[in-house]
């Protein structure tokens, strides 16, 4: 304990020394999120990385999450140092959207308003019209349709298919999968609806469907915890990464969080619903990248332009 306490102290010396601010995750491990809390950095969903990152005068960000979150970071602020604890930390939505299929499928369909979610790669965010979260997806595809535009979405399905049920709107579909989410089971939160019927499901929509369908609210992680601040219910199951009850359980202490299973059998679990790439963000490896540098984040300067055009796009229409 003597140790961590330790490592605490000095990383947070260290981001004094070197004019760095920490950016987390809500999916990263509890002790990073109080620390960035503590230093005067941001624990948020990744829209919200974003605008902090771009917006605060340090001329270092060291961001904790996963590379498409450095990445953007970087795109947004070009003439700023990005630092990661972990330059392997990435996401399955990100792998499984390889920007020469990407780039092949979008040539295919002219027509179409190229909408990308943020996690993606730096080259697919260069290739596309809008860059989304799941914090606005709805409200941008919303307007979009609006306007009559056909859209193109990638990566996530299950987040596409759920905006194009809410929306109506003409979506064609990129094969992407969380590979956190897309274990979540409908049969399993049934059988803990069993343990807890007053219990609210709060799902975020990167989940199947069919979870979806028996949400009582389903939104991004800012939106999960609040609306588990504002729904009248003392217990909640919760759909999406483990990481996000370190905020829930800060912020609305009284109530009780429980997550949903990966399983059908109805059986809590402690380990699953915790993003592996999330998790490879730990103290020693923070402390090490600020003491010792090196994990420093590029992108290609002629992409970063590309991409900063519909990331600027989305957080103005989010302003
Ligand atoms: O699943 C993720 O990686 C999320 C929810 C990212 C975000 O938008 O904060
Ligand atoms: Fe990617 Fe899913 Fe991990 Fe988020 S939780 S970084 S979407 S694999």
Redesign the pocket.
């Known amino acids: 304990a003597a140790e961590r306490v330790e490592l605490r102290d000095k990383i947070k010396r260290l981001l004094k020394e070197r004019n760095a601010v920490l950016v987390a ?1 809500y ?1 990263t491990d509890p002790e990073i999120q109080a620390l960035a809390e503590e230093t005067g950095g941001c624990v948020s969903d990744s829209l919200e990385m974003a605008r902090f990152g771009r917006d605060h005068p340090a001329s270092t960000l060291v961001v904790a ?2 590379k ?1 979150m450095g990445e953007t970071a970087k795109i947004l602020s070009p003439e700023k140092q990005v630092f990661m604890p972990t330059l392997e ?6 792998i499984g959207c390889p920007i020469e299929e990407f780039s092949a499928f979008c040539d295919q369909h002219p027509d179409r308003t190229v909408v990308v979610y943020a ?1 993606t790669s730096a080259a697919v965010k260069a290739r596309a019209d809008w860059v989304v979260t799941s914090s606005i997806a709805l409200d941008v595809v919303d307007h979009l349709d609006s306007e009559g535009q056909k859209i193109l979405w990638a990566p ?1 399905k299950h987040l596409g298919d759920y905006v194009r049920r809410e929306t109506g709107a003409d979506v064609l579909l990129w094969d992407g999968a ?4 897309e274990e979540f089971k409908a049969q399993g939160i049934l059988d803990l609806k069993k343990v807890y019927p007053d219990a609210a499901v709060l799902v975020h929509p ?1 989940s199947p469907a069919s979870v979806v369908a028996i949400a009582d609210m389903v939104g991004s992680t800012t939106q999960i915890i609040n609306a588990a601040r504002d729904l009248p219910n003392k217990q909640m199951i919760i759909a ?2 483990q990481g996000i009850f370190y905020k829930l359980q800060q912020l609305v202490p009284d109530k009780e969080f429980i997550i949903a299973p990966t399983a059908g059998s109805g059986a809590t679990c402690r380990s699953c619903a915790n ?4 998790a490879m963000n730990a103290l020693d490896n923070l402390a090490y990248v600020l003491e010792h540098g090196g994990n420093e984040v590029h992108v290609d300067p002629a992409l970063g332009v590309q991409a900063m055009k519909p990331l600027t796009r989305m957080l103005d229409f989010a302003a």
């Open positions: 995750h999916y999450g996963v498409f930390a990435t996401c399955s939505l990100d996690n996530d969380c590979i956190v989410h990167e999406t990464d993003c592996p790439w999330m």
